[in-house]
């Protein structure tokens, strides 16, 4: 951490810093010039960070070196992680996909979808029980009559199954039916819910909030690693921009920012983003180039029915015929799918 | 609602979406034009709304029309709200201040800036014990012992106090302490957290999520109204935007927005808007004079020493310089403070 | 400015850091720690800066110390800058009213509508004889022929006028006719054009980018001044964000920013951040609330049938009823108006 | 157009609207309901658009059906348009490579880089010699000068060269040097600028801004082809959000959208999307995975020397390695580079 100075600073609060930052166990390096003095600060800053020092007298600014998040950053886990869910491995050399309806509404649709999106080669079944909506008058979800029509449909297909967890009371329940933990866009600064599924012994797909930077993202990572929990799939989903053209705008960027900060697995969410499945295969393409290790994505077999997300969900034939097309360009990146 | 069918659809397409909307328990009002097809949807759209209608074949576009919120609208009762909390009026014609440092960090420490926001003229003491912080590796609260500091305080000043909460678990416990709830900005979409404070008979500050339109800000109400808690403050604490100069951007015009749309009180939050404690007093002009119903700011007796937020608190110093300031504005708009 | 080279740069990369700064005619102040290397850079960075070091092996991070504008900081003329504009001072104790249509139609709408608002109190008459629209199908203004109009208008007024110009070649010309020239939201960073404007001896309004952070529309002054033109009024006119309740997201809290930053001084244009003539009075007054040196509104006596901007133009009434408004709030935070 | 009166519209507010409909030549399509009126508007809505009868009395919504762009949607040329610049086309099956390096700096550099992007496979040649800088104290580029060293390296090398055109007056005189002329980021909303290089017959790359909608970045195509010059490459190159971690947010959506929307090639910027080369390779990648016709890319045989954009110029070496990859994921969607 460095901290300037004002130019019109005393001695005064020069040595006003220099004790905080001794009195918090940390190293001090000053050094005044003609214009200015600038102190370096060195060992373990999470007792007195920048908000701290900045709120101090005769400081005009201070800038953070050393990158906030420890669990999570590369250097933690240089070879980066492989997460197992059944026989399935995210982040290694093959990419996985991740398909099924937003909400689960029957049995029978269900069940349908899965089918559907298993014979044309997806590796994981998404759906959704509890639905996090904007307005209360629209579908909630079946809740945990969801989760057992999803955990039926497990057996039925030998897929494994992830859900979205939105109650800290619901996390462990939830965790008894499914073999992934979803934590929502609109859930990832729900500190309690992060640390609750950080408890539990099962894979978390972490998506990133609308608005959440990059580095948001990894620190909320950290707090469910702080738990115990290492095993964290994370997920750009689009941010909220000016954009309308599209729901949100996928930030394809963040897979290349990812990859060079985190060890955790990066997959991309395209419907979401989205919100209009025309563009869906495009996007798809475009994560695995980039160097996505999943894609997770929304299909349904009559999107003109469905309960929610209708349509941005991709048709079961479109899901179909875009698979091979990611097959060829998870090859010419020189990995598989 | 309207539906625009694309100009390729077929009469097949154009009956299939009548259909559906009839199957729903709306009405039709079609209109077949030269150039395209315009299906007007009277009655309850909650069942089928915006997307699943666009989901469906020939379908180019669908255009709400009613506002999708009930309750929080300004129809719902055009006389405008009022809520009491102790002998304090919010959505009246006297402003509220609500001030009070970031986080309750000893008796010793709340007592002393209650003492002082007092004597200035505030209403309401605001203090955190729960603390949504972006790094695990932050001050995180001192929970419920901070609930009790807060309750001491409170008996030794009488002043009505408030509080965040951020866990669905938590909910019950801590209205047992405090006069009044907040849902803080990074929970406006924690659906469960709003249906568990809408149980309570609390009011409820709900402050705006940093990328949520005042559409959703609207719709998060709903969630508490539907439950049956009609006492809810509406808070605008800035958005999240490309400009670094503030911590986030306060969005003024949402005062007179939710003004027009709403019977709900609105608040504004300068602190987290600006960040930065030399922007605070221009920013709290700014409110009144854009008509809000009061502040909630933040204030500290030492912010160089505070565990969190002391860049932006004002000095209690400061806070008694600016009440008369205040006042003068609000005298000049034709209200009290 | 200061370099923050990576953890594992070697002697030889920090050499050539070293030597470039040199080699630029400045100094270094080296500081090897045990974690990493910091260079303090003192002197002018012009030649080489941020982006210079950045590309610079071995090299982490670079900060930026001090600020990148000169002629426009608050520091190059802390007692402030007042412009004169026939009778009319902006940027000293009493608010400048500048008020007109969006666009001059007819000399008829234009008289109506000065005499109106002069009527009403306004000091400046605004209108736009180049319009820049987002669509080619739409009105572009009358041209030189509005700017005869807006010439006759002010001698049977005697109101000076202000008007947009567009194009490096009109510069001249349209400075023959009005006494400030006005660089739209959408050419502030048209350098060309700042430039020339910059050889004018006409007083500029200097509209912020949609989204240009307030750093930028400083340097846009900058270039403005850097040709000799220091009579520059810098104004805020809504920021391009992802709400849509209003046509963009007034930025109130530029006005404290930039009264810390500059000496120029600052108006706001609630018209074009609103959109929509509702929201208008309440964000003059937040205006004035928060230090605003002036406002630009949109008038007309017939917004339903404006050639542009009816929808946010107050109707004269309006603006007349206003007036005694923002006159309170002036006197209430120690102004006249 | 649709224009939704408000529920407690007047008969004469109603009269009023569809008087004016059927005074600006277009026909009306009134239908009553219980709850409100709403009017159709067929015919051409440029005279009085949305705007124009938002500002009229008892109108709640306007809402635009028809697309507002003409030349350049694809309706208008549904077969898609190729661009010829040499023997290169763009918008074909085979992708174009542009490369080269931000600002010419000299003979010696701009020969040097345009051998080494030549050998590597590129087909067209950028470089620029008027520089939009943020700042005036940065390097400008070398204008007339640059524009004749390009000339020269063009004679060389065989390769068609493209060039910044940022001021009305320098449109003729950079068109007799280059065989591309390029709008920038900053200029798309420069009408003038737009409407002068309509007059050119050259090809013109039209950058889309950095907070442009994708439906202003069409609307300003429609400036240039509205003057005769159909020839227009649209370049996403990045729009600006919240995010840090890279300069802009590349937004990858806009090639599907803009695929959908018009036959106009369509290219991708990394370089000034992600402002770090680290990054650039992926998001070249992703950029041809989504269906883009080009890319534009910065590449410096010194970045670490370069006068501008250094931090996210690839080396020369670093783009021969990327060319074989990017071959391969174009094969993979059925493209040849």
Same mark, same amino acid.
């Given at each position: 951490?460095?901290?300037?100075? !004002? &130019? #019109?600073? @005393?001695?005064?609060? $020069?040595?006003? %810093?220099?004790?905080?930052?001794?009195?918090?166990? +940390?190293?001090?390096?000053?050094?005044?010039?003609?214009?200015?003095?600038?102190?370096?600060?060195?060992?373990?800053?999470?007792?007195?960070?920048?908000?701290?020092?900045?709120?101090?007298?005769?400081?005009?600014?201070?800038?953070?070196?050393?990158?906030?998040?420890?669990?999570?950053?590369?250097?933690? !886990? &240089? #070879?980066? @992680?492989?997460?197992? $869910?059944?026989? %399935?491995?995210?982040?290694?050399?093959?990419?996985? +996909?991740?398909?099924?309806?937003?909400?689960?509404?029957?049995?029978?649709?269900?069940?349908?979808?899965?089918?559907?999106?298993?014979?044309?080669?997806?590796?994981?079944?998404?759906?959704?029980?509890?639905?996090?909506?904007?307005?209360?008058?629209?579908?909630?979800?079946?809740?945990?009559?969801?989760? !057992?029509?999803?955990?039926?449909?497990?057996?039925?297909?030998?897929?494994?199954?992830?859900?979205?967890?939105?109650?800290?009371?619901?996390?462990?329940?939830?965790?008894?039916?499914?073999?992934?933990?979803?934590?929502?866009?609109?859930?990832?600064?729900?500190?309690?819910?992060?640390?609750?599924?950080?408890?539990?012994?099962?894979?978390?797909?972490?998506?990133?909030?609308?608005?959440?930077?990059?580095?948001?993202?990894?620190?909320?990572?950290?707090?469910?690693?702080?738990?115990?929990?290492?095993?964290?799939?994370?997920?750009?989903?689009?941010?909220?921009?000016?954009?309308?053209?599209?729901?949100?705008?996928?930030?394809?960027?963040?897979?290349?920012?990812?990859?060079?900060?985190?060890?955790?697995?990066?997959?991309?969410?395209?419907?979401?983003?989205?919100?209009?499945?025309?563009?869906?295969?495009?996007?798809?393409?475009?994560?695995?180039?980039?160097?996505?290790?999943?894609?997770?994505?929304?299909?349904?077999?009559?999107?003109?029915?469905?309960?929610?997300?209708?349509?941005?969900?991709?048709?079961?034939?479109?899901?179909?015929?875009?698979?091979?097309?990611?097959?060829?360009?998870?090859?010419?990146?020189?990995?598989?799918?």
């Amino acid at each position: 951490m460095i901290i300037v100075m !004002k &130019p #019109e600073a @005393t001695d005064e609060e $020069i040595k006003g %810093v220099v004790k905080s930052i001794e009195e918090h166990g +940390m190293q001090v390096h000053l050094s005044k010039g003609s214009e200015m003095t600038i102190i370096g600060v060195v060992g373990d800053t999470t007792k007195q960070g920048v908000n701290g020092f900045m709120a101090m007298r005769g400081v005009g600014n201070v800038v953070q070196i050393m990158k906030p998040y420890k669990m999570s950053s590369k250097k933690f !886990k &240089p #070879e980066g @992680t492989i997460i197992k $869910i059944g026989d %399935v491995e995210v982040g290694g050399n093959r990419i996985a +996909m991740i398909a099924g309806p937003c909400a689960v509404e029957s049995e029978e649709q269900f069940l349908t979808i899965a089918k559907d999106v298993k014979a044309a080669g997806a590796d994981i079944l998404r759906g959704s029980a509890f639905k996090p909506r904007t307005s209360p008058y629209e579908f909630q979800g079946l809740g945990e009559e969801g989760l !057992k029509i999803m955990k039926k449909v497990k057996q039925l297909t030998c897929m494994p199954i992830e859900t979205e967890v939105m109650d800290t009371r619901d996390v462990e329940m939830v965790a008894e039916y499914v073999d992934v933990l979803r934590v929502g866009a609109r859930n990832m600064h729900n500190f309690d819910l992060l640390k609750e599924v950080g408890k539990t012994n099962k894979p978390i797909i972490l998506k990133r909030g609308m608005s959440a930077t990059i580095k948001e993202l990894m620190l909320a990572s950290e707090y469910i690693m702080k738990e115990g929990n290492h095993q964290i799939i994370l997920c750009e989903r689009g941010i909220r921009t000016f954009e309308t053209a599209t729901r949100n705008t996928l930030d394809i960027s963040a897979v290349p920012v990812l990859k060079e900060e985190t060890h955790l697995p990066v997959i991309i969410d395209p419907s979401h983003a989205a919100g209009n499945r025309k563009y869906v295969p495009s996007m798809c393409k475009a994560a695995i180039a980039a160097g996505a290790d999943g894609i997770i994505v929304e299909v349904h077999h009559e999107p003109e029915k469905a309960l929610c997300d209708g349509p941005q969900s991709l048709t079961t034939q479109q899901f179909a015929e875009l698979m091979p097309q990611l097959k060829a360009i998870a090859e010419a990146v020189g990995r598989t799918l």
